[in-house]
C-alpha cells in the first residue's frame, strides 16, 4: 500500500516531537548546574547575533509571549549572563545583547553538550544530518510564517 501524502506528514512530526522530546530530555541533564535549557537556547541565539534585540524580537525569534520570556531574561540577567539596557532610540523599548560571562556560560554550556552530540551525529551519520538541515530549516521557516 502506497503511503500517502498525510502518513508522511504524520509520521514525520511523530519524529519530530519525539526528538524533541528526547534531545530536550538529553540536553538538560548534560548542561553545566543551574543552566536551564531555555537559557543556553538564548544565550546560543545571542550569542550568534551582531546587534542587541529587544524583548519582543527575542520572544518572536523563540514563538513565546514577552510574559513568557521575561523570566528567562531576569535568571540570566542576574547570573551576569545578558545586560538588559534602555533602547536610546524608543524609551518605552528595552535591549537584549550577551556579557562576556554569558558568552563564558555558553561556551561552557557547549563544551559540556558537544560530545554527547558528537556521539549522536556520528551514529546517524554526518552525511545524513548534513542532507536533514535543509529540509529541517525549511519547516522551521514554514512553521515561522503568520
Known amino acids: ?19 524533541d522530546q528526547l534531545a530536550r530530555n538529553k540536553l538538560g541533564k548534560a548542561l553545566p548546574k543551574g543552566m536551564e535549557l531555555s537559557h543556553f537556547t538564548l544565550l546560543n ?3 550568534l547575533l551582531t546587534e542587541p534585540r529587544t524583548p519582543a524580537q527575542l520572544a518572536k ?9 521575561t523570566n528567562t531574561l531576569a ?3 542576574w547570573a551576569g549572563h545578558i545586560h538588559v539596557s534602555p533602547d536610546w532610540d524608543d524609551a518605552r523599548r528595552k535591549q537584549v545583547v550577551i ?36 529540509v529541517l530549516r525549511d519547516l522551521r521557516r514554514s512553521l515561522a510564517e503568520d
Do not use: C, W
Open 1 to 19: 500500500m502506497a503511503e500517502t501524502q498525510d502518513s508522511i506528514a504524520i509520521s514525520l512530526f511523530s519524529e519530530l516531537f519525539m526528538v
Open 45 to 47: 541565539h545571542l550569542y
Open 61 to 69: 525569534s523563540f514563538a513565546l509571549t514577552r510574559g513568557a520570556l
Open 75 to 77: 535568571k540570566l540577567e
Open 99 to 134: 556579557s562576556p560571562a554569558g558568552r563564558r556560560a555558553r561556551d561552557a554550556a557547549l563544551n559540556s553538550i558537544a560530545p554527547m552530540i558528537v556521539k549522536i551525529i556520528n551514529g546517524v551519520g554526518s552525511e545524513r544530518v548534513r542532507d536533514a538541515v535543509p
